[in-house]
């Protein structure tokens, strides 16, 4: 049994509303709409509930599990496991790393659109409508021809993502104590920001036939492997797994705490907000559609044209208000990955670190935000959204899933399921049964094989990802073994518990 840590949540409800945090960000509100218009209606939604109860809530489970079993964050629980398991516990650290360093450059766009919003800068009316795809590629990105092509940072959005990385170190700096208190607020001002969104979206023309269109389902599109490959990945993602921070979450659970209860709960809250934002999204989608007497298929949904494409179009056509309901949209856009960015800088990153080297977690904390800041400058070039998207498709995908793939054959087969099991069952109301076993030892696996497989290596070793050239492209599989060379890294370095590095309440 490892020392238990002293770092702790102060309240149960504090991991269950950051947990809700970390797994409710900017893919709820964009990409989680998207899948569903992209994957067949509500079709992909009865898909999406399946692979949540089949693999998305023992996933969660394991992750939390094993954090609160080995009281450290995802390094530390492999090497608990052997220290021959370690660098799997590091992989998703710099998955993690990749993906927070981006993440708040999105962020950074949202703040821009908050002040944009106020006047409308991109107009009002059809004319308004019909120029936000340039405003958003020309002005606000000043997009270059390619990723050959950097250009210079925009510096309004480098000030932008300071003022992101400050209020993130505020808030995480001190821990979990106060990540959270802050969780709760965080969550409970961002849904009511999403339900003021849904409001005005439900009452305006045209909602109602983008509602019909996001609730009608194909059940033929059910047979359709695509589906299933969609709908697999958006578990992973949607849930903040992979991303090495659940397992810091859950070793911040007190030795009585139900872990079983928490993580469903955690997992159904955030499908229930997709869920929800789907009717705010798709309900505004139909007023589009109505007011530019377009079909749906002609609507910028894909990527983050949903979000800083389609929804600039709806303000401008909106009767009135339109610079406070953007405004609120945006903010809400901000407001809602807060949350998840604090948990991969911390959870994913500085705990880790912490946790291996025995590092002041203030100062790590600190380092951690400049150094993910500096790197981000790279994303506010004129050549920074390819950049984003070829990153992003290494970290959010590949590393993400091919570390689940290990972390799950090393805790189904390395530390055992059924260890993890009973540890569960001590102190959760309800008891897993021996299918979670081989849920975690084979299916879990299984299911994260076939995505990767079919939706990664199959396509991108066929053609250049992204229609990029072949050495952008290239640099996916670069950076992927980049990253599981650095894994091994830390294996080689003597543990901090060992090194006079101050008192355990210094370090925390």
């Given at each position: 049994?490892?020392?238990?840590?002293?770092?702790?949540?102060?309240?149960?409800?504090?991991?269950?509303?950051?947990?809700?945090?970390?797994?409710?960000g900017?893919?709820?509100?964009?990409?989680?709409?998207?899948?569903?218009?992209?994957?067949?209606?509500?079709?992909?939604?009865?898909?999406?509930?399946i692979?949540?109860?089949?693999?998305?809530?023992?996933?969660?489970?394991?992750?939390?599990g094993?954090?609160?079993?080995?009281?450290?964050?995802?390094?530390?629980?492999?090497?608990?496991?052997?220290?021959?398991?370690?660098?799997?516990?590091?992989?998703?650290?710099?998955?993690?790393?990749?993906?927070?360093s981006?993440?708040?450059?999105?962020?950074?766009?949202?703040?821009?659109?908050?002040?944009?919003?106020?006047v409308?800068?991109?107009?009002?009316?059809?004319?308004?409508?019909?120029?936000?795809?340039?405003?958003?590629?020309?002005?606000?990105?000043?997009?270059?021809?390619?990723?050959?092509?950097?250009?210079?940072?925009?510096?309004?959005?480098?000030?932008?993502?300071?003022?992101?990385?400050?209020?993130?170190?505020?808030?995480?700096?001190?821990?979990?104590?106060i990540?959270g208190?802050?969780?709760?607020?965080?969550?409970?001002?961002?849904?009511?920001?999403?339900?003021?969104?849904?409001?005005?979206?439900?009452?305006?023309?045209?909602?109602?036939?983008?509602?019909?269109?996001?609730?009608?389902?194909?059940?033929?599109?059910?047979?359709?492997i695509?589906l299933?490959?969609?709908?697999?990945?958006?578990?992973?993602?949607?849930?903040?797994?992979g991303?090495?921070?659940?397992?810091?979450?859950?070793?911040?659970?007190?030795?009585?705490?139900?872990?079983?209860?928490?993580?469903?709960?955690?997992?159904?809250?955030n499908?229930?907000?997709?869920?929800?934002?789907?009717?705010?999204?798709?309900?505004?989608?139909?007023?589009?559609?109505?007011?530019?007497?377009?079909p749906?298929?002609?609507?910028?949904?894909?990527?983050?044209?949903?979000?800083?494409?389609?929804?600039?179009?709806?303000?401008?056509?909106?009767?009135?208000a339109?610079?406070?309901?953007?405004?609120?949209?945006?903010?809400?856009?901000?407001?809602i990955?807060?949350?998840?960015?604090?948990?991969?800088a911390?959870?994913?990153?500085?705990?880790?670190?912490?946790?291996?080297?025995?590092w002041?977690?203030?100062?790590?904390?600190?380092?951690?935000?400049?150094?993910?800041?500096?790197?981000?400058?790279?994303?506010?070039?004129?050549?920074?959204?390819?950049?984003?998207?070829?990153?992003?498709?290494?970290?959010?995908?590949?590393?993400?899933?091919?570390?689940?793939?290990?972390?799950?054959?090393?805790?189904?087969?390395?530390?055992?399921?059924?260890?993890?099991?009973q540890?569960?069952?001590?102190?959760?109301?309800?008891?897993?049964?021996?299918?979670?076993?081989?849920?975690?030892k084979?299916?879990?696996?299984i299911v994260?094989?076939?995505?990767?497989?079919?939706?990664?290596?199959?396509?991108?070793?066929?053609?250049?990802?992204?229609?990029?050239?072949?050495?952008?492209?290239?640099?996916?599989?670069?950076?992927?073994?980049?990253?599981?060379?650095?894994?091994?890294?830390?294996?080689?370095?003597?543990?901090?518990?060992?090194?006079?590095?101050?008192?355990?309440?210094?370090?925390?």
């Amino acid at each position: 049994m490892e020392e238990a840590r002293t770092e702790r949540w102060i309240r149960p409800r504090h991991f269950i509303f950051a947990a809700l945090g970390s797994a409710i960000g900017l893919g709820n509100v964009w990409r989680f709409p998207y899948m569903v218009y992209d994957y067949g209606a509500a079709a992909f939604l009865i898909a999406y509930i399946i692979l949540l109860f089949l693999i998305g809530i023992p996933w969660i489970l394991m992750e939390v599990g094993m954090g609160r079993r080995m009281q450290r964050g995802a390094p530390g629980v492999f090497a608990g496991i052997g220290k021959k398991w370690e660098w799997v516990g590091w992989w998703p650290v710099c998955g993690a790393f990749l993906i927070v360093s981006y993440y708040t450059v999105i962020m950074s766009w949202a703040l821009y659109y908050v002040g944009s919003s106020s006047v409308m800068a991109w107009g009002v009316g059809e004319s308004g409508a019909k120029a936000t795809e340039g405003f958003f590629f020309n002005q606000v990105l000043s997009i270059s021809s390619g990723p050959g092509v950097l250009g210079s940072p925009t510096g309004l959005m480098v000030l932008l993502l300071a003022i992101t990385w400050a209020v993130i170190f505020l808030v995480m700096h001190k821990g979990a104590p106060i990540i959270g208190r802050v969780s709760q607020y965080v969550m409970i001002i961002s849904w009511i920001l999403l339900v003021i969104i849904f409001i005005r979206g439900v009452t305006l023309a045209g909602a109602a036939d983008g509602l019909n269109w996001y609730l009608d389902p194909n059940f033929a599109d059910l047979l359709n492997i695509k589906l299933w490959f969609g709908a697999a990945s958006q578990i992973a993602f949607t849930l903040s797994l992979g991303m090495a921070g659940m397992y810091a979450y859950g070793s911040f659970i007190a030795r009585k705490g139900d872990v079983t209860n928490s993580a469903t709960t955690v997992s159904l809250g955030n499908a229930a907000t997709s869920f929800f934002a789907g009717y705010a999204v798709f309900s505004t989608v139909g007023y589009l559609t109505y007011a530019m007497a377009v079909p749906v298929e002609e609507v910028s949904l894909s990527g983050l044209g949903l979000a800083f494409v389609a929804y600039p179009s709806v303000l401008s056509l909106l009767p009135a208000a339109q610079g406070f309901f953007g405004a609120i949209f945006f903010f809400m856009f901000w407001f809602i990955g807060l949350s998840s960015a604090y948990f991969l800088a911390y959870g994913g990153v500085v705990t880790p670190l912490a946790d291996k080297f025995g590092w002041n977690r203030v100062k790590t904390s600190l380092v951690v935000c400049i150094v993910l800041f500096l790197i981000g400058i790279l994303y506010t070039t004129q050549g920074g959204l390819y950049w984003l998207d070829i990153v992003d498709r290494t970290a959010c995908f590949y590393v993400l899933l091919l570390s689940g793939v290990l972390a799950a054959i090393a805790v189904g087969w390395g530390f055992g399921a059924d260890n993890l099991r009973q540890h569960i069952n001590e102190t959760s109301d309800f008891s897993l049964g021996t299918w979670f076993n081989w849920v975690i030892k084979l299916v879990l696996p299984i299911v994260l094989l076939f995505v990767v497989i079919y939706g990664g290596f199959v396509k991108d070793l066929s053609e250049p990802y992204g229609g990029y050239p072949v050495w952008a492209a290239s640099m996916i599989f670069v950076l992927l073994v980049v990253t599981l060379g650095v894994s091994f890294l830390p294996q080689l370095v003597k543990s901090g518990s060992s090194m006079d590095s101050g008192t355990s309440e210094e370090r925390r």
